[in-house]
């Protein structure tokens, strides 16, 4: 998709669901094999205009997200593109047997798209709460896991989705009216990460919604005289390992990512610090591994410090 800088104000603006949803638009004019499917969630998703568009290649399964996934896999067998989409939590747990048997044993060309991922769904609450899907996911082989920075990235996400053969989980964050990362186009590669800053002292290591607030805390950071790296980390699976042992010679590597501490992006940067010979630090920021109190998404991230300020402050913590 070729696009201006009022474009991407507007995805800012939209945010993640609604940027998804032109992008689904636009890969669907280009190729008629591609099929939407939604548990319910047709507005809720973006995919209205899809729908709207292309009503003979729309399929609402209801409340019913293991027989979405389950459907999606016969119509990548029969030649198809299938997109599904649902909450986070429900077509990351919900479906997960499915999950793996279509998408990642079966390898069926099937793209699922989890929305509001991390505390998107605010007063929903736990229940509704996507912060231990990547944990879920990534241990399934041959499934491509995708969390896009901003509005520019949810479209090259959906973009290299459509055109790559296989299984992907494109994992949504964040509200409308999300920070820019990128304000121009990125050379967008599956399993490269992208270096936004450079910085000697400590490398932080951010996915989805994070990367933006990671970028304010480099700032904060530089106040204190901290120069920070600081990388985006679009694709969760296949991980870009050598992202990380570029930054061994920093005084500590930094995770933050809007999921549980427990088996997301911290971890696979541990599982990769294990594998080398050195005795680099590794600060986890994350969702806490405990159920708290629900609550509005800054409020959310808030208890879990996970706001640009209690960032910085966390990493200044840990130098000391």
């Known amino acids: 998709m070729e696009f201006t800088n009022k474009d991407i104000r507007t995805w800012s603006i939209l945010g993640q669901r609604g940027t998804f949803g032109i992008a689904m638009l636009d890969v669907a004019d280009n190729n008629h094999k591609i099929i939407g499917l939604s548990a319910d969630l047709c507005n809720t998703s973006g995919m209205d205009r899809f729908a709207n568009k292309y009503p003979e290649r729309f399929i609402n399964t209801g409340i019913a997200e293991q027989n979405m996934v389950g459907m999606a896999g016969g119509l990548a067998d029969a030649g198809y593109i299938p997109i599904c989409t649902s909450f986070a939590n429900f077509i990351a747990l919900r479906s997960n047997e499915f999950v793996r048997h279509f998408l990642s044993y079966m390898q069926c060309n099937v793209k699922l798209v989890g929305l509001s991922a991390g505390f998107g769904m605010e007063l929903f609450g736990n229940t509704h709460y996507g912060v231990e899907d990547i944990a879920c996911l990534r241990t399934y082989p041959n499934l491509t896991i995708l969390s896009p920075a901003d509005g520019v990235e949810v479209v090259k996400c959906v973009e290299a989705a459509a055109k790559t053969e296989g299984p992907f989980y494109i994992r949504l964050t964040g509200k409308m009216n999300q920070p820019m990362v990128h304000r121009s186009d ?135």
């Open 186 to 320: 990125i050379d967008f590669q599956i399993g490269k990460n992208i270096t936004l800053k450079e910085g000697a002292d400590v490398a932080i290591f951010a996915t989805g919604g994070m990367v933006s607030r990671a970028l304010k805390a480099a700032d904060k950071l530089a106040e204190s005289g901290v120069d920070a790296t600081v990388i985006d980390v679009h694709t969760l699976a296949p991980f870009d390992k050598d992202s990380v042992l570029k930054e061994l010679d920093k005084k500590l590597l930094v995770s933050v990512e809007e999921h549980s501490v427990v088996g997301g992006l911290g971890t696979i940067i541990a599982d990769t610090l294990s594998e080398t010979q050195h005795n680099t630090r590794l600060l986890r920021l994350g969702v806490a591994h405990e159920f708290k109190k629900a609550g509005e998404y800054e409020y959310m991230l808030e208890v879990n410090r996970l706001t640009a300020d209690m960032i910085a402050e966390d990493i200044l913590t840990q130098l000391k």
